[in-house]
């Protein structure tokens, strides 16, 4: 599976590492990706999603109903 997050569509950026002696070489930024799983009540089932950490926390604030109404928004399926 793709480190891609359902919810913000946090994805992989690239970059440079820089060692002491200053070369720079490739690399690549994963976003912190967690599979978790949530009770949704108005469909009772349990779905899982595969969120980023930043994610994990806008579902605590906004709920789990207004986030998987986003997440179809988008075009994907839960």
Same mark, same amino acid.
């Given at each position: ?5 359902? $919810?913000?569509? +946090?994805?992989? *950026?690239? @970059?440079? %590492? /820089? *060692?002491? *002696?200053?070369?720079? =070489? !490739?690399?690549?930024?994963? !976003?912190?990706?967690? *599979? %978790?799983?949530?009770? $949704? !009540? @108005?469909? @009772?089932?349990? /779905?899982? $999603?595969?969120?980023? +950490?930043?994610?994990?926390? =806008?579902?605590? %604030? ?5 986030? /998987? +109404?986003?997440?179809? +928004?988008? @075009?994907? %399926?839960?």
């Amino acid at each position: 599976m793709s480190a891609r997050c359902q $919810l913000t569509g +946090a994805e992989p *950026s690239f @970059g440079k %590492k /820089v *060692s002491h *002696s200053h070369r720079r =070489t !490739p690399r690549r930024f994963d !976003p912190n990706i967690q *599979s %978790k799983r949530y009770w $949704l !009540p @108005g469909e @009772g089932r349990y /779905v899982r $999603l595969r969120l980023s +950490a930043r994610a994990i926390k =806008t579902i605590d %604030k906004i709920g789990i109903e207004a986030a /998987v +109404a986003r997440i179809r +928004a988008r @075009g994907e %399926k839960v």
